[in-house]
Protein backbone atom coordinates (compact mmCIF):
# COMPACT_ATOMS: atom_id res chain seq x y z
CA UNK A 1 0.00 0.00 0.00
CA UNK A 2 1.77 3.68 -0.67
CA UNK A 3 2.60 5.65 1.86
CA UNK A 4 0.25 8.23 1.46
CA UNK A 5 -2.58 5.45 1.43
CA UNK A 6 -1.36 4.24 4.89
CA UNK A 7 -1.58 7.36 6.10
CA UNK A 8 -5.13 8.42 5.57
CA UNK A 9 -6.53 4.69 6.21
CA UNK A 10 -4.57 5.24 9.58
CA UNK A 11 -6.22 8.43 10.22
CA UNK A 12 -9.77 6.85 9.38
CA UNK A 13 -9.39 3.70 11.15
CA UNK A 14 -8.21 5.62 14.37
CA UNK A 15 -11.62 7.97 13.75
CA UNK A 16 -13.80 4.80 13.52
CA UNK A 17 -12.96 3.13 16.02
CA UNK A 18 -12.63 5.44 18.86
CA UNK A 19 -16.16 4.61 20.09
CA UNK A 20 -18.04 6.93 21.78
CA UNK A 21 -15.47 9.27 21.25
CA UNK A 22 -15.83 12.23 18.86
CA UNK A 23 -13.11 13.48 16.15
CA UNK A 24 -12.85 16.77 18.21
CA UNK A 25 -11.35 14.47 20.97
CA UNK A 26 -8.47 13.97 19.02
CA UNK A 27 -5.59 16.71 17.81
CA UNK A 28 -4.79 16.17 14.65
CA UNK A 29 -1.50 18.08 12.68
CA UNK A 30 -0.23 18.24 8.83
CA UNK A 31 3.32 19.26 7.62
CA UNK A 32 3.27 20.17 4.05
CA UNK A 33 6.90 18.72 3.09
CA UNK A 34 7.01 20.73 0.13
CA UNK A 35 6.78 24.01 1.91
CA UNK A 36 9.32 22.12 4.63
CA UNK A 37 12.29 21.77 2.01
CA UNK A 38 11.35 25.18 0.53
CA UNK A 39 11.27 27.29 2.93
CA UNK A 40 13.12 25.67 6.07
CA UNK A 41 16.46 27.40 6.69
CA UNK A 42 18.65 24.19 6.60
CA UNK A 43 16.43 23.42 3.23
CA UNK A 44 17.89 26.88 2.04
CA UNK A 45 20.68 25.89 3.42
CA UNK A 46 21.24 22.89 2.26
CA UNK A 47 20.82 24.50 -1.68
CA UNK A 48 23.05 27.34 -1.67
CA UNK A 49 25.25 24.49 -0.40
CA UNK A 50 24.81 22.32 -3.20
CA UNK A 51 24.48 25.43 -5.99
CA UNK A 52 27.99 26.35 -4.70
CA UNK A 53 29.76 22.45 -5.10
CA UNK A 54 28.03 22.37 -8.45
CA UNK A 55 29.18 25.88 -9.85
CA UNK A 56 32.17 24.59 -11.34
CA UNK A 57 30.93 22.11 -13.17
CA UNK A 58 27.95 23.69 -14.60
CA UNK A 59 30.44 26.61 -15.68
CA UNK A 60 32.37 24.07 -17.24
CA UNK A 61 29.23 22.84 -18.92
CA UNK A 62 28.18 26.15 -20.19
CA UNK A 63 31.94 26.62 -21.80
CA UNK A 64 31.32 23.06 -23.68
CA UNK A 65 27.39 24.02 -25.01
CA UNK A 66 28.72 27.35 -25.94
CA UNK A 67 31.93 25.67 -28.41
CA UNK A 68 29.37 23.00 -29.73
CA UNK A 69 27.32 26.02 -30.41
CA UNK A 70 29.73 27.91 -32.09
CA UNK A 71 31.20 24.65 -33.61
CA UNK A 72 27.82 24.35 -35.27
CA UNK A 73 27.64 27.73 -36.83
CA UNK A 74 31.03 27.89 -38.07
CA UNK A 75 30.12 24.49 -39.35
CA UNK A 76 26.80 25.85 -41.36
CA UNK A 77 28.21 28.97 -42.40
CA UNK A 78 31.24 28.15 -43.61
CA UNK A 79 30.87 23.97 -44.73
CA UNK A 80 29.76 24.68 -48.09
CA UNK A 81 33.49 26.58 -48.70
CA UNK A 82 35.09 23.76 -46.91
CA UNK A 83 37.10 20.67 -48.40
CA UNK A 84 35.32 17.70 -48.16
CA UNK A 85 37.85 16.80 -45.77
CA UNK A 86 38.11 19.71 -43.78
CA UNK A 87 33.87 19.69 -43.25
CA UNK A 88 34.55 15.63 -42.51
CA UNK A 89 36.69 16.35 -39.71
CA UNK A 90 34.56 19.62 -38.43
CA UNK A 91 31.54 17.67 -38.23
CA UNK A 92 33.25 14.80 -36.81
CA UNK A 93 34.83 16.96 -34.13
CA UNK A 94 31.19 18.74 -33.73
CA UNK A 95 29.66 15.22 -32.91
CA UNK A 96 32.68 14.41 -30.79
CA UNK A 97 32.02 17.48 -28.55
CA UNK A 98 28.24 17.17 -28.62
CA UNK A 99 28.15 13.51 -27.23
CA UNK A 100 30.47 14.56 -24.43
CA UNK A 101 28.33 17.16 -23.46
CA UNK A 102 25.17 15.07 -23.46
CA UNK A 103 27.27 12.37 -21.26
CA UNK A 104 28.60 15.69 -19.10
CA UNK A 105 24.76 17.11 -18.97
CA UNK A 106 23.71 13.33 -17.67
CA UNK A 107 26.39 12.79 -15.23
CA UNK A 108 25.63 16.48 -13.69
CA UNK A 109 22.11 15.77 -13.39
CA UNK A 110 22.31 12.38 -11.75
CA UNK A 111 25.35 13.69 -9.69
CA UNK A 112 22.78 16.35 -8.40
CA UNK A 113 19.84 14.45 -7.66
CA UNK A 114 22.40 12.37 -5.80
CA UNK A 115 23.50 14.77 -3.42
CA UNK A 116 20.01 16.99 -3.50
CA UNK A 117 18.23 13.40 -2.50
CA UNK A 118 21.36 13.24 0.14
CA UNK A 119 20.44 16.56 1.90
CA UNK A 120 16.72 16.26 1.82
CA UNK A 121 17.34 12.82 3.55
CA UNK A 122 19.03 14.45 6.69
CA UNK A 123 16.43 17.75 6.35
CA UNK A 124 13.71 14.97 6.77
CA UNK A 125 15.36 13.19 9.77
CA UNK A 126 16.13 16.81 11.45
CA UNK A 127 12.36 17.45 10.83
CA UNK A 128 10.77 14.09 12.19
CA UNK A 129 12.37 15.05 15.41
CA UNK A 130 11.34 18.23 15.40
CA UNK A 131 7.90 17.02 14.54
CA UNK A 132 8.07 14.32 16.99
CA UNK A 133 8.74 16.90 19.84
CA UNK A 134 6.04 19.13 18.93
CA UNK A 135 3.66 16.52 18.93
CA UNK A 136 4.79 15.31 22.24
CA UNK A 137 5.07 18.60 23.54
CA UNK A 138 1.14 19.87 22.36
CA UNK A 139 -0.40 16.64 22.62
CA UNK A 140 -0.94 16.09 19.28
CA UNK A 141 -2.77 12.48 18.46
CA UNK A 142 -1.81 12.43 15.17
CA UNK A 143 0.02 14.43 12.40
CA UNK A 144 0.30 13.55 8.92
CA UNK A 145 2.59 14.38 6.46
CA UNK A 146 2.26 14.79 2.56
CA UNK A 147 0.95 13.75 0.49
CA UNK A 148 -2.61 13.64 1.83
CA UNK A 149 -5.49 14.61 -0.11
CA UNK A 150 -6.91 17.45 1.56
CA UNK A 151 -5.75 18.68 4.95
CA UNK A 152 -7.16 22.32 5.97
CA UNK A 153 -5.12 25.01 7.32
CA UNK A 154 -6.34 24.80 10.56
CA UNK A 155 -4.54 21.85 11.05
CA UNK A 156 -1.52 22.82 9.24
CA UNK A 157 1.46 23.14 11.93
CA UNK A 158 4.39 23.46 9.22
CA UNK A 159 4.85 26.90 10.01
CA UNK A 160 5.61 25.98 13.70
CA UNK A 161 8.06 23.14 11.84
CA UNK A 162 9.77 25.45 9.73
CA UNK A 163 10.33 27.99 12.62
CA UNK A 164 11.34 25.00 15.05
CA UNK A 165 14.02 23.97 12.22
CA UNK A 166 15.41 27.51 11.99
CA UNK A 167 15.85 27.52 15.74
CA UNK A 168 18.37 24.40 15.75
Known amino acids: MPKHLMHAFFAAALL ?10 YKIGFVNTERLFREAA ?12 FAARDAEIQKLAKQ ?20 RNKERD ?23 NEELAGIQERANKVIQQIAESEKYDLILQ ?3 VYASQRIDITDKVIKALADK
Open 68 to 87: VRDMQASLDRDGATMSDTDR
Open 42 to 53: PAKRAQAKIEKE
Open 94 to 116: LANQSRDLQRMQREFREDLNLRR
Open 146 to 148: DPV
Open 16 to 25: LTAGAATAAD
